[in-house]
């Protein structure tokens, strides 16, 4: 725990003051349908190792460098592992929360389709591989 205050609201001063900057949550809480809807880029729940923090933020940096639909489906992806490892299969059925959040992910996944002639199928394809297997956690 941070003193004096807590990750998402640090989260929500960054983006209040319009700061431009990708965030990668590293927490010791268990994510829960609330995620959806904060703007973090990546999460991570403690413990995580000095090498798992370097791959974030190397993958982090690497993301930012592609079109807004790439990256907002990299975010999605981190959320979407992170619920589907915390949560039951049970859970995500009656979860209104996740149900949009894979919607949204589809949704983009087909828009991102168009964006391919534009950095190339290799690339493109890296780069979903590197959502998919995105560690969630330490």
Same mark, same amino acid.
């Given at each position: 725990?941070?003193?004096?205050?807590? =990750?998402? #609201? !640090?989260?929500?001063?960054?983006?209040?003051?319009? !700061?431009?900057? #990708?965030?990668?949550?590293?927490?010791?809480? @268990? +994510? @829960?349908?609330?995620?959806?809807?904060?703007?973090?880029?990546? %999460?991570?729940?403690?413990? !995580?190792? +000095?090498? &798992?923090?370097?791959? *974030?933020? &190397?993958?982090?940096?690497?993301?930012?460098?592609?079109?807004?639909?790439?990256? /907002?489906?990299?975010?999605?992806?981190? #959320?979407?592992?992170?619920? /589907?490892?915390?949560?039951? +299969?049970?859970?995500? $059925? $009656?979860?209104?929360? %996740?149900?949009?959040?894979?919607?949204?992910?589809?949704?983009?996944?087909?828009?991102? &389709?168009?964006?391919?002639? =534009?950095?190339?199928?290799?690339?493109? $394809?890296? !780069?979903?591989? &590197?959502?998919?297997?995105?560690? *969630?956690?330490?």
């Amino acid at each position: 725990m941070m003193p004096r205050m807590h =990750g998402d #609201k !640090v989260l929500e001063v960054i983006r209040e003051r319009g !700061v431009e900057c #990708k965030v990668a949550m590293v927490t010791a809480v @268990d +994510p @829960d349908e609330d995620i959806v809807d904060m703007p973090f880029d990546a %999460y991570l729940t403690k413990p !995580v190792t +000095p090498a &798992d923090l370097t791959e *974030v933020v &190397d993958r982090l940096g690497e993301v930012a460098q592609h079109d807004s639909i790439t990256q /907002e489906l990299f975010a999605l992806g981190q #959320k979407r592992a992170a619920l /589907e490892a915390e949560l039951t +299969p049970a859970q995500r $059925e $009656e979860s209104s929360e %996740y149900a949009d959040l894979v919607e949204r992910f589809e949704t983009l996944s087909e828009q991102a &389709d168009t964006a391919v002639d =534009g950095m190339g199928a290799a690339t493109f $394809e890296r !780069v979903l591989q &590197d959502i998919e297997q995105s560690p *969630v956690d330490g």
